[in-house]
Structures are given as C-alpha cells and as structure tokens.
C-alpha cells in the first residue's frame, strides 16, 4: 500500500482545509517544491497534488507551481486534482509530467467525459468521489449532489480509470481518523483500486486501511497529521511499504 503525502495549493502557499471548508485554512509552506523535496527526501513514491483555488473557480489557478514540481522531480509519480474540466487541462498536464489526473466535480456533471478521458488519455486518469453523510459533494466540496458513492464508482470503474480516490470530507484535515469502514465497503463494491483519503492522524490509522489492502485499498493520502507530526511520514511509510 502506498502512503502519499498531499499538497493543497491555496494563492501559491501550502494549506490544509478543515472539512473542505476554504474559510478554515492554515498555511504550511509558502514554497510548494521545497516541501514537495521534503516529502521525497523522506521517501515518498508519490505527491498528491490538489489545486484547492482550481476546484472552486472550475479551471486551473495552480497549473505553474505545479509544473515547477514536476521538473525538480520528473521521476516523482504526481498525481494532480482540482477543477480540471476538459481535456485539454489533461493535456496540459500529462504534457507537464503528471502522471494521473484526477477528475472530480467533471465526472459528477458530465459522466462521459469521463469515459472520453479514459480512452484519450489511458492509464492517467482516476476520479476524486468527495461524500458528505453518504452523498457525492462538488465544486470544491461546496455543493453536494444527489449521488450514491458506491453507485457512482461502479460507473466510472467500468470506464477504464486507474483508481477511485475517496474523501470522507466530515474527517478531512480533522485528524479524527479515516472512514475505513466506508472506504473498505467501496473498495470491495468495485473492481479498480480505492485510495483512502481523510481524517488520517497516526499510524495505526495507516496500519489499519494497510489490513484491507487484499480488499483493494491501493494507498492512503496523509496531509494535517504529517504537517503537525502526529504522524511520521517516513516511519509510516517504511512500515506499509517496504
């Protein structure tokens, strides 16, 4: 299972939303490479990039920092989400060094695209599914829709996507501990990998989603509990990978 350090871009700087809320920021780093450097120093495999200022205003705001990460470590798998809305931001990105682009609020409001992603641009794309007390919230987590999350994940599974990454959104940046119980019922719903993210703060949290990685947990997005060390991302990262 991987463990993969976030980086949520807020005006250029480094933040972390409590609940998605944008109101409720708390600024990490003004320099987003040389944190990305300091997750990789400490042996990341992967960043999960989230352009949060892109999410809301439905197209890239983040894109140059972005690229910046990109070529320090053209190597890094990224994986990169945030009001991405046709295809070609895709483009643009995977032109960048992007490895997987994720597609959140797109995919809720217009599925298709979706399934034009997958074939355009195969083994890059994954969908972000972002709930809220059991439905699909967009737009930066500002709305929620009508949609059922295991519903809506076989859809897109069926697409040809590489992943489901799936947001507990009442725990995120809470530190309250991840919706294993949610994210393991759509892990077994489906036939793609699930990456758990929110609400992680220690390591037995990772060491418990690490227990259902034969149910298709492919990894788990850590950001709050590495940023105020109740986790310890190269410790964590050594124990559910090597």
């Known amino acids: 299972m991987l463990l993969i350090p976030a980086i949520d871009l807020k005006g250029g700087n480094c933040v972390r939303l409590r609940q998605g809320r944008m109101e409720d920021d708390t600024v990490f780093s003004d320099d987003p490479v040389a944190t990305a ?5 400490a042996g990341a495999r992967r960043l999960h990039i989230v352009d949060l200022d ?4 439905g197209t890239p705001v983040n894109a140059r920092v972005i690229q910046n990460i990109c070529s320090e470590y053209p190597t890094l798998e990224i994986q990169v989400g945030g009001g991405i809305r046709s295809e070609e ?11 997987f682009v994720i597609i959140g609020t797109q995919a809720v409001k217009a599925p298709g695209f979706v399934a034009d992603a997958a074939v355009s641009f195969p083994g890059h794309i994954m969908v972000g599914i972002d709930a809220r007390d059991g439905k699909v919230a967009t737009e930066g987590w500002s709305k929620l829709s009508r949609h059922d999350p295991t519903d809506l994940a076989r859809h ?6 590489e992943a489901i990454i799936y947001t507990d959104i009442s725990r995120d940046g809470m530190l309250s501990g991840p919706n294993i119980e949610a994210t393991v019922e759509l892990a077994r719903a489906i036939s793609v990998p699930v990456i758990a993210s929110g ?6 949290q990772v060491l418990a989603l690490k227990a259902h990685e034969e149910d298709g947990i492919l990894g788990a997005i850590t950001g709050r509990a590495i940023y105020e060390g109740t986790l310890d991302f190269a410790t964590a990262r050594a124990r559910v990978e090597d």
Not at 89 to 99: F, H, K, L, M, S
Not at 156 to 161: L, P, Q, V, Y
């Open 37 to 41: 450097r300091r997750w990789v120093e």
């Open 54 to 57: 892109g999410a809301v205003r």
């Open 89 to 99: 931001q895709i483009e643009t990105y995977i032109q960048a060094g992007v490895r």
């Open 156 to 161: 897109f599974a069926a697409d040809g996507i």
């Open 199 to 204: 609400g992680i703060a220690n390591l037995d």
